[in-house]
């Protein structure tokens, strides 16, 4: 119940190019989804957030899309760059912060 | 505005030794968390403190773990006796309110390795 399931564990993508990494939950109390980003050697970061209650919300290249009724969200990084190289973390809210399994993202010059 | 500090930054250990993180938390945030991320997979909370009490700890594992926060400030997470599966990075978090708003900010971390 407290589950959240990330995809892919690892991502490749060429500079210019669209990331995409998925989360599901089962959870119908989560009232709030935040992706954070980790760089090595550092502690996560928050990058953007959503509400269940907004299908889609977007910061500069970084988009997250959300589909209640299938209880998945994504995060697309736009125009991807090297320096976007990192883990990304999708975490969801019930009683505490639920973090899933995270997506090392690498982004080819 | 200072970040979530945290001390020391690298411990090794031996099996069944007792170890002492400590954090302190960007100022006037009131509630303060403590994560364990084990390599490869996200953080897991081990407990919450809304300003000295305490909010959530039932994924601590009290019989070895124990966490405090004197004064409502400051924070020290002990482990004693360590175990091989407790290598992990160990995260302090803050923000100002538990709900609502409550954008988590998080410290560097300390990476444990018990031999």
């Known amino acids: 119940q407290q589950q959240v399931k990330q995809s892919p564990q690892s991502l490749i993508v060429q500079k210019g190019g669209i990331s995409i990494i998925n989360c599901a939950y089962e959870n119908t109390a989560f009232d709030y989804f935040p992706w954070y980003q980790q760089f090595p050697g550092k502690g996560p970061a928050l990058l953007i957030a959503i509400r269940p209650d907004v299908s889609e919300k977007k910061e500069g290249r970084f988009t997250i899309s959300f589909n209640k009724s299938a209880k998945q969200f994504s995060l697309h990084i736009m125009d991807s760059q090297p320096g976007d190289s990192a883990t990304y973390f999708c975490?969801?809210?019930?009683?505490?912060?639920?973090f899933g399994e995270g997506t090392q993202l690498t982004v080819n010059p | 505005e200072a970040g979530v500090a945290q001390s020391p930054r690298y411990k090794i250990i031996e099996k069944r030794q007792s170890v002492a993180f400590w954090c302190n938390p960007i100022?006037?945030?009131?509630?303060l968390y403590w994560y364990q991320q084990i390599l490869g997979q996200g953080p897991k909370l081990l407990i919450q403190?809304?300003?000295?009490?305490?909010?959530?700890d039932s994924q601590l594992p009290k019989d070895r773990f124990s966490a405090e926060r004197l004064k409502g400030v400051d924070s020290t997470l002990k482990i004693q006796p360590a175990k091989l599966e407790d290598s992990a990075v160990y995260l302090c978090?803050?923000?100002?309110?538990?709900?609502?708003?409550?954008?988590?900010?998080f410290g560097p971390g300390t990476r444990l390795t018990v031999l």
């Open positions: 975490a969801a809210r019930g009683s505490r912060l639920t």
């Open positions: 100022s006037g945030h009131a509630t």
């Open positions: 978090a803050s923000s100002r309110v538990q709900r609502g708003g409550n954008t988590q900010y």
């Open positions: 403190f809304q300003n000295n009490g305490v909010v959530d």
